[in-house]
């Protein structure tokens, strides 16, 4: 395996307007996905890409399988649309040229299947090695390795910042920030449902969570938090997105199904969370309100509907889910007896 690379001559494709456009076309983005797409879409219109492979290693959350961005490239305008493999595929551990890549933080090069060649990069921050990015060319190197090497930098670099903006460094789950955006995306994009389907807002609060900080501390309420955001994760789709609204409260914005599945998403959620074992705290349990999400509506008017969900949840003995449609039109939440009034 080759540890250097040897610079080909000839100019990169497209010359330096080209090249700009590139750059711009992925410094303009503002979400990890559409960031991925556009590097997917320059190095397919600058050299013969065959596929393209991300690993996602941050601590935290554990990697799932990046389906939006397989759609967004079966989607896309492009007449060459090259394998995208991962956005880090759980039990798939990195090995070869991008195991090197993990190990030393630089840019490694071998040869892949049928003779391609392979290049392997690590993407950074601060903290170390976020993700890794393997590509496949066609049996000879692409171009200009200087050019590559400066496209794979900006992608790195652009994709830090996003990462640094969006992110709850607590959890590893996205911020409010990127809920707020995502849900004004999605309440545009929810008229083109039909009528059958519907993007759903899932609200979930930590029962009990101050005195488990009272009781435990903080550092283990922080523990708490960031065990809690993985299950959530590993509970919903990749498609769905889970987000830190705040505190100990997070949201879910659940792709495009029916109410059944969306009832049995949050309800599988919660009891994954029950069924588990947390670190010297012991049980921790969740309550959830759920709401449809109506394209015509102002973003306030689903999260109040879903908290009010959550608010009866809470009510009435907590580890539960209760659907927005089960309490519409009644005056205010209905309390079982034996139940008192407190939510935290």
Known sequence: MQNSLTPIQHPAPGGSAGLLSMAVRISDKRSGDDIRLSLVRTLTDLFRLRKVSFFDI??????????????????????????????GERGIVPQGILGE???????????GPGGACRYGFPIADDRGVFELVGLDFLAEPPGDFAVLGAIMKLYGNVLSL?????????????????????????????????????????????????????EFGHVLGDEVLL???????QSFRTIDGVYRYGGEEFAVLIAPCDETAAIAAVERCRAEIADSKFPQVGQVTISAGLTVIDHYEHISNAVGRADRALYTAKHNGRNRVVPYSLIRGSAKPQLEAGHDLELF
Request: glycine share 4%; net charge positive; with cysteine.
């Open 227 to 233: 065990l809690v955001a993985r299950r959530i994760l």
């Open 162 to 214: 996003v990462r640094e903006k969006d992110m709850d460094t607590l959890t590893g789950v996205l911020n409010r920030r990127a809920f707020d955006a995502r849900l004004a995306s999605v309440m545009s994009a929810a008229s083109k449902q039909p009528p059958s389907l519907a993007y759903w807002l899932a609200m979930i609060d930590v029962d009990h969570f101050k005195r488990i900080n009272d």
């Open 101 to 111: 890549c993990l190990q030393t933080r630089n840019m490694a090069i071998g040869t």
């Open 58 to 87: 941050a601590p935290g959350p554990p990697p799932r399988l990046n389906e939006s961005l397989r759609a967004l490239i079966a989607t896309s305008s492009q007449r060459v649309k090259p394998i995208v493999a991962g956005l």
